[in-house]
DNA sequence: TGACATGTCAAACAAATGTTTTAATTTCTT
DNA sequence: AAGAAATTAAAACATTTGTTTGACATGTCA
């Protein structure tokens, strides 16, 4: 009887192989993405053998699946979308907060960096793992920012201007790494990395601000939030 | 000797299979990308055999340029940047058509999805025929943008605020079309098609615009930091 | 008509890939 | 230490892929 088939193999602590095999998907799946990386290029770098993926996960999807949620762990665990930011804290804080989380959860130099080249792929073509993180993770950093956004405007979170501004917001932020080879090509002056941060962080916020406190008044849909002024003065 | 290899088929222009190899290419490339689609399965949707790739292009590669340079050029025809904008006109109003036909070049309805399908693989990773497509299209587009931002802003084009405006307008009208299923997931509420184009250009434009006109003055080359935001230093 | 270029077709080729198999080896338990 | 379980290793398997080959068909023009 194949006990592996059944629960998987032993998780001894001292599986070693295991854990490289993770780390090299990590890696190659980073570089080449699902289709176009290969499990002898994995167990190449993991030093094992080929038969080795197979054996510690089931096929080469689970193991993606398992590269995923290990990275999107690790990076969310070091970049948590609202970091040392206190729960009354100003709206504009906060939302100066997530962005720059976010795009550190992006450029971060070191083993983080997969997280974002992954989700990269995940957006043009999903793979099944996609679905589990969207819930655990992806909804409720939407939820906070729809929240945030909301009480800048001083409007309903289901408000579909808070929406727009809500793809605004992200969509700056995730700009800077899904088009980087664009970007570089373009403007060569622009750089791209860990150290940009604050300052495209600074100007994602503030060109943000800038727009939902001066922006043209829309009807409110279902207006039902009370503290229309959030505001500075 | 092989004239083929060469010179090239001839152009006939009762050239059937090639004409239809090309359309069945163009789906096929923007449904699963170049390393996901076949030849096969190109050549079976043209009604065509299977060494008709080879024969007719050079090799899968020469038909993917081809497909790129055919659905760009078919795009840009439906939709030039500036469509019906005087030369002297308000940049304002370029800025929003300039969106208009952004947004309408990603979401048409028709063979014209293929360019963005096909633009938004080619972001994550490129090929070679991104090159050409680049210096004829993409920097004449940027260089457009960025003079319409600079009129805007009342600064230089090669200032770095002008560049950074010219992203944050940029990034907001790729992302729906780029990050559209995880969008769609998210916000089941959020249409994503042609007949929301211009409700997404008027946001798009009136954030951005709002953002301009309100931006915090920033000097010329240095950051600043507003906000008393910074806790950890 | 007859040579010739051009296009089409079925078949095969060569390389790559995920997975499985089967045996050897190591590790753990008793 | 002995037997069982877990792990590793080499090889092979089954598909799929882009490409090539060689025969055949078709149209053109002397």
């Given at each position: 009887m194949n006990l592996k088939s059944a629960n998987g193999p032993r998780r001894d602590p001292h599986d070693e192989t295991r854990r490289q095999?993770?780390?090299?998907?990590?890696?190659?799946?980073?570089?080449?993405?699902?289709?176009?990386?290969?499990?002898?290029?994995?167990?190449?770098?993991?030093?094992?053998?080929?038969?080795?993926?197979?054996?510690?996960?089931?096929?080469?999807?689970?193991?993606?699946?398992?590269?995923?949620?290990?990275?999107?762990?690790?990076?969310?665990?070091?970049?948590?979308?609202?970091?040392?930011v206190a729960a009354d804290a100003r709206p504009e804080e906060k939302l100066r907060a997530f962005v720059r989380s976010f795009l550190l959860r992006l450029f971060d130099n070191g083993p983080i960096t997969r997280f974002g080249r992954i989700m990269s792929r995940e957006m043009v073509e999903p793979t099944g793992a996609l679905d589990s993180l969207l819930k655990e993770?992806?909804?409720?950093?939407?939820?906070?920012?729809?929240?945030?956004?909301?009480?800048?405007?001083?409007?309903?979170?289901?408000?579909?201007?808070?929406?727009?501004?809500?793809?605004?917001?992200?969509?700056?932020?995730?700009?800077?790494?899904?088009?980087?080879?664009?970007?570089?090509?373009l403007f060569p002056e622009q750089r791209l990395d860990a150290t940009m941060v604050d300052r495209l962080a600074d100007h994602i916020t503030g060109f943000s601000l800038a727009a939902l406190k001066h922006l043209p008044e829309a009807k409110k849909s279902k207006s039902r939030r009370s503290p229309p002024a959030t505001r500075k003065h």
């Open positions: 095999i993770l780390e090299a998907a990590g890696e190659v799946f980073a570089e080449a993405g699902f289709g176009r990386a290969t499990v002898r290029e994995i167990c190449r770098r993991a030093g094992a053998n080929i038969a080795a993926v197979n054996y510690h996960f089931r096929d080469k999807e689970t193991l993606y699946g398992e590269v995923l949620r290990d990275s999107q762990r690790m990076a969310f665990e070091k970049y948590p979308p609202l970091p040392g993770r992806l909804r409720p950093m939407a939820d906070l920012l729809r929240g945030i956004m909301a009480e800048i405007l001083g409007r309903s979170p289901d408000d579909e201007q808070v929406r727009l501004c809500v793809f605004s917001v992200v969509s700056q932020c995730v700009f800077y790494h899904h088009c980087r080879t664009m970007i570089s090509r």
